[in-house]
């Protein structure tokens, strides 16, 4: 059945369709198709609200026609500088409209943008800017030490120099390029070396995988705390100007100043990662109600596992509008816990947005239909990548793609996500979900976050060793919440082992870097 009718109805709720002007609709869809989502969505909104604001960093307010026109005229400097349609530059930068104004460039020249992660050190810089064999970098200047390790040709642009860039831009226009260029995200490397997700996006029904359970609306205030080089990051700075709405962006996180701008900027949405929002909370209610933030409809938490406990204090401090979206780089959306979900089914994922297909296979590729079965986790939806950028790609089963997780759905449908394939523990024959455990620990009152994983036992093949970071000021007695899990679930999920520890490894986007616990 097509989705074409509920797509229409969703953008049209949302304020990107407008139903007496059908015109504008078509000539939109034409203009994603030949310029992709991002320059697509600007001409549009140039055209259409050309003085409304696009961006706000810390320069200041930037028009839509502004950015435009400043973006153009780069894409007319690095076209100058032998920059076309097929060759990759790779962007590494902070939030800010510096690469916002890149990524525009290089749509103008249809060629391929590869955004970088800023925590890279400069030999795993270098080797990602070889593989996936970047003509060019576009650089904040802090990162001029990490970007000198990379190989003499391929030429670098600091974010520091763009007004120059741009000011002294020749005034021949580049070829329009036969098709867009696309976007490469990096997966998050937590279980190796960053792959390149190769994703290519001409359809601006895209927008309803996000929009169909997340209630954003038109020429609002969007305020991205979470990273644009993320794949969370970088599709709600292409829905937001999709939308027509400002995005407000800072180089660095900090809590106290991301309330204060979502305030002061009525932000309607805030978009972050988990370890952001656990840290916006411990300011604590003296410092969040200093601040109106009775703009806010939509607190979206993304890129790692939302703890139920986190989600229930962000709701009682926040009111019901904390959204958890599950997906990957590879699969992008795959369910959206919506604040309903998040009350009455602690711990959920959600449901997958009407548009997507979101399945639980067992490891002979039998889908499972029963409640509280666990199963490998398999999604299909348009903004699915296209594969690896260095070849290869995930296991797919019906034309669903693996997202590389262990999960179940209960009987209303709504996902939960159990753990990783690779992180699944056997421990005297008996399988073990780290989540399960994990979960269960964070509910505990003296536990702010915990990760459990499996360590090499001579008598069960593995045993399991909890890492917890105690809330701050808490005694915490290891063998008290051995107790605690043991009362509660069955005595092979109960680990063996407790360490404490003051915090646990991250990566930018708040995923805990397992390997380095090993």
């Known amino acids: 059945m097509s989705h074409l009718p509920h797509c229409v109805r969703v953008l049209h709720r949302a304020g990107m369709v407008q139903a007496h002007r059908p015109d504008r609709a078509l000539r939109s869809l034409v203009e994603v198709r030949a310029w992709g989502p991002l320059l697509g969505s600007v001409?549009?909104?140039?055209?259409?609200?050309?003085?409304?604001?696009?961006?706000?960093?810390?320069?200041?307010?930037?028009?839509?026609?502004?950015?435009?026109?400043?973006?153009?005229?780069?894409?007319?400097?690095?076209?100058?500088?032998?920059?076309?349609?097929?060759h990759v530059v790779a962007v590494l930068c902070r939030n800010h409209r510096g690469p916002v104004e890149a990524m525009l460039a290089c749509a103008r020249l249809g060629a391929r943008v590869l955004l970088l992660n800023t925590g890279f050190a400069g030999p795993q810089l270098a080797d990602v800017v070889r593989r996936e064999r970047v003509v060019a970098l576009v650089h904040d200047p802090d990162f001029a030490p990490v970007v000198a390790e990379t190989p003499p040709a391929v030429a670098?642009?600091?974010?520091?120099?763009?007004?120059?860039?741009?000011?002294?831009?020749?005034?021949?226009?580049?070829?329009?390029?036969a098709r867009p260029g696309d976007v490469v995200l990096l997966t998050s490397g937590t279980t190796g070396t960053p792959k390149g997700a190769h994703r290519e996006v001409r359809s601006p029904f895209a927008a309803v995988d996000f929009l169909d359970r997340?209630?954003?609306?038109?020429?609002?205030?969007?305020?991205?705390?979470?990273?644009?080089?993320?794949?969370?990051?970088?599709?709600?700075?292409?829905?937001?100007?999709?939308?027509?709405?400002?995005?407000?962006?800072?180089?660095?996180?900090?809590?106290?100043?991301?309330?204060?701008?979502?305030?002061?900027?009525?932000?309607?949405?805030?978009?972050?990662?988990?370890?952001?929002?656990?840290?916006?909370l411990d300011l604590g209610p003296l410092e969040l109600e200093s601040h109106d933030l009775s703009a806010l409809r939509v607190v979206l938490s993304s890129g790692a596992d939302l703890p139920a406990p986190l989600a229930a204090e962000a709701t009682r401090r926040f009111g019901d509008v904390v959204h958890d979206l599950y997906g990957s780089t590879e699969v992008a959306v795959a369910t959206v816990a919506t604040p309903e979900d998040l009350r009455e089914a602690p711990g959920t994922v959600g449901r997958p947005p009407r548009t997507c297909r979101v399945r639980v296979y067992d490891d002979q590729g039998r889908r499972i239909t029963e409640p509280g079965v666990v199963g490998r986790v398999f999604v299909g939806s348009r903004l699915r990548f296209s594969g690896y950028s260095g070849g290869g790609g995930k296991d797919v089963v019906d034309g669903l793609v693996s997202t590389g997780d262990l999960g179940h759905f209960d009987r209303?449908?709504?996902?939960?996500?159990?753990?990783?394939?690779?992180?699944?523990i056997v421990s005297g024959g008996e399988n073990v979900y780290p989540g399960e455990v994990e979960n269960l620990l964070a509910t505990h009152y003296q536990v702010r976050e915990s990760v459990v994983l499996g360590v090499p036992d001579a008598e069960f093949g593995q045993r399991l060793r909890a890492f917890v970071v105690p809330v701050p000021g808490a005694r915490v007695d290891p063998e008290e919440l051995k107790l605690f899990v043991r009362d509660r679930l069955a005595r092979h999920k109960v680990p063996r082992e407790v360490v404490l520890t003051t915090s646990l490894p991250r990566n930018a986007t708040g995923k805990v870097l397992r390997r380095r616990l090993r």
């Open 156 to 177: 670098r642009f600091s974010t520091g120099d763009l007004d120059e860039l741009i000011g002294s831009a020749p005034d021949r226009e580049p070829p329009r390029p």
């Open 214 to 280: 997340v209630p954003l609306r038109s020429r609002e205030v969007t305020v991205i705390a979470a990273p644009v080089f993320h794949g969370i990051g970088f599709a709600h700075l292409v829905l937001a100007m999709g939308l027509g709405s400002a995005v407000v962006l800072a180089r660095e996180f900090d809590a106290r100043r991301t309330v204060g701008s979502a305030a002061r900027h009525r932000a309607t949405a805030l978009v972050l990662v988990p370890t952001m929002l656990r840290r916006i």
């Open 412 to 424: 209303s449908g709504r996902l939960f996500v159990d753990g990783r394939e690779d992180d699944m």
């Open 43 to 86: 001409r549009r909104a140039v055209r259409e609200q050309p003085d409304a604001t696009a961006v706000i960093d810390e320069t200041g307010p930037c028009a839509y026609a502004d950015l435009h026109e400043r973006s153009m005229a780069l894409a007319r400097t690095l076209h100058a500088a032998g920059i076309g349609a097929a």
